[in-house]
């Protein structure tokens, strides 16, 4: 199916919830970002390979444990 509206740009916290969405399987490291990249796009949404890579990490830090809560607007911050 064609959309004939432009993709949209995810924001960070989105990519990061579609990785989290997608279903665990053993693939490859690429055969894994084709299928982020796919979602991305089945979404309606442009991929940023640069964001998805930080996604990734940001996912896989222990130290840096992802929590959507963590979502405030650069504007809230102090």
């Known amino acids: 199916m064609r959309r004939n509206q432009p993709l949209q740009h995810p924001t960070f916290a989105q990519t990061v919830v579609i990785i989290q969405t997608l ?3 053993e693939a490859d490291y ?3 970002l084709e299928a982020i990249k796919v979602r991305h796009l089945a979404l309606g949404f442009h991929y940023d390979p640069d964001q ?3 996604a990734l ?3 896989s830090d222990p130290a840096r444990s992802w ?3 963590n979502r405030a ?3 809230s911050r102090m």
Do not use: E, H
């Open 30 to 32: 690429s055969s894994r």
């Open 73 to 75: 607007s650069g504007s």
């Open 52 to 54: 998805i890579l930080r």
């Open 57 to 59: 990490k940001a996912l």
């Open 67 to 69: 929590d959507q809560r």
């Open 23 to 25: 279903p665990t399987v």
